[in-house]
């Protein structure tokens, strides 16, 4: 039950939206590093956990809201300060919970910097 | 490469401290909230990567650094804001990397509110 | 959707079954070894999947059945033939989705030899 | 240490191999079903265990051997009898474990089956 309301998804900037498929960008600057000039595991955490919140709706009812019940996430590179970028992609939409894959790549360099499976449960608005 | 450095496991306050287990408390005030009044994912989540850190340099040479390959992560219950109980136990150490299991408990209730596996790979200090 | 169904969980024999943990033990002869004698991999996934099963059943009314919705394995220690030693521990119990912690031990020494996260989603039996 | 032998990756059989993307075959018989016609979960377990061997001695040196460290798997949808493809894609390649993402899809329709997460560590050949 993870943070993904729609205020943190604020963190992302859509550029492309598709079915199934977001594309969105994120910047980090000086006050999300840790030592070595490198963004913080949270933030790339707040980022998956976003995305994972944002490919959901794409598929939900309008009003609906709902929370994260899991994430695995891999960290493959120290990804420096500035910006990234964020693909979602729907594997699964169900009532039980939608699975969406995310990778994050670095402004910097073409690898991914981290890649993370979210299981994100929907709750659809009540209907009168 | 989360951030798993010392610094940021000053969220932690370490109550008992065995060979394999490690428990620790830590806060979570209103600023760490999301609507409501539940700790947001990303606190969690720095909750059980400090952890991961932690039981790792138990068992590493001093001066060992490191940091975090893998976490997957399971959110159970919401957690409201206040004190969470931190459990880590290893369940692996090696150079390729440590595996920690943690759970964090609320002090409002007692199942747990969230579960972890966090691997962490240890960097020994330099030999002359 | 793996293959958790009573048939399968035939392969664990039931040693201590409280509320929210079940003991099993498994044995693995020669059949089931890879090269170098250690206990193939989708062996240890099956002790595990079968474990999901148990303890989610252990909660839900007779005649429930259900199916596996994700798996998360450590591959901890190389595993010789013969007996194993599994635990389950019920982390959450919910209608989208039990969420079991296991661990696998050798009859060889004292390490765990593996540990898994089993989401397990029951379905309850039709009520007339 | 899961079963990612040579041996066992004869189960796939490749139809695509460029740098860091696999695509192979699979086919799973009645012999492989649980009940309800489906392919039982550690048969899926096996395919994409293989297939993190297969695209990490991609990279590896000749003679190269390894074993799979951590598997993170979704169950998406019941697969049914026949021909699975299945996709491996590198995302990252080092010394203390390869990390490869792989997608199971059915011969029956377009959506996945299953992705699973496989860390496999190398075991390069000693050199004289």
Chains 1, 2, 3, 4 share one sequence.
Do not use: C
Request: hydrophobic share 45%.
């Amino acid at each position: 039950m993870a943070g993904s309301t729609a205020e943190e998804s604020g963190i992302l900037s859509i550029e492309q939206y598709d079915e199934d498929v977001i594309v969105a960008s994120a910047w980090f600057d000086d006050s999300h590093l840790r030592p070595g000039g490198i963004i913080a595991g949270p933030n790339l955490f707040l980022a998956v956990d976003s995305m994972g919140y944002l490919v959901t709706m794409s598929r939900a009812p309008k009003g609906s809201n709902g929370f994260t019940s899991a994430i695995s996430m891999q960290f493959l590179r120290p990804a420096p300060a500035g910006g990234l970028r964020v693909e979602g992609r729907l594997l699964k939409f169900g009532k039980r919970g939608s699975v969406v894959d995310t990778v994050l790549y670095s402004h910097a360099f073409a690898d991914p910097v981290a890649q993370a499976v979210v299981t994100y449960v929907p709750l659809f608005p009540a209907t009168d």
